[in-house]
């Protein structure tokens, strides 16, 4: 059984930043690919960014190349997510994912385990 936990969420102004936590247990963290995705209201669930087993392949979705960075500390079992520049339509609810390999797609089916998601509020 795999236990993702989110944290770092809360409210912020346009062009602040936020750092959000994911802390992973019941496996070997740092052998599966991991992921955040982000629901706003009233849309589909969206992939942010991925990051492989060792950390050495990410994938960004396009509105949030150079604003957001993932990364993350397998000594530590956690992921993070560095996010700069915060815009209004980054408001949602952000979503760690764990994979069952250690490169995956983006695609949420690639994705067997999810956490509670923490919220992410940008005001303008």
């Known amino acids: 059984q795999v236990q993702l936990v989110e944290s770092g969420g809360g409210l912020v102004h346009t062009g602040g930043s936020l750092r959000l936590s994911c802390t992973a247990s019941?496996?070997?963290?740092?052998?599966?690919?991991m992921a955040w995705f982000r629901q706003a209201p009233g849309k589909e669930r969206e992939f942010v960014a991925t990051?492989?087993?060792?950390?050495?392949?990410?994938i960004y979705t396009d509105s949030v190349k150079g604003r957001f960075t993932i990364s993350r500390d397998n000594d530590q079992n956690t992921m993070y997510l560095q996010i700069n520049n915060l815009k209004p339509e980054d408001t949602a609810v952000y979503y760690c994912?764990?994979?069952?390999?250690?490169?995956?797609?983006?695609?949420?089916?690639?994705?067997?385990?999810w956490g509670q998601g923490t919220q992410v509020t940008v005001s303008s």
């Open positions: 994912a764990a994979a069952s390999t250690t490169y995956t797609g983006t695609h949420y089916s690639d994705f067997h385990y």
């Open positions: 019941g496996r070997r963290f740092g052998v599966y690919a």
């Open positions: 990051i492989s087993g060792s950390g050495e392949r990410t």
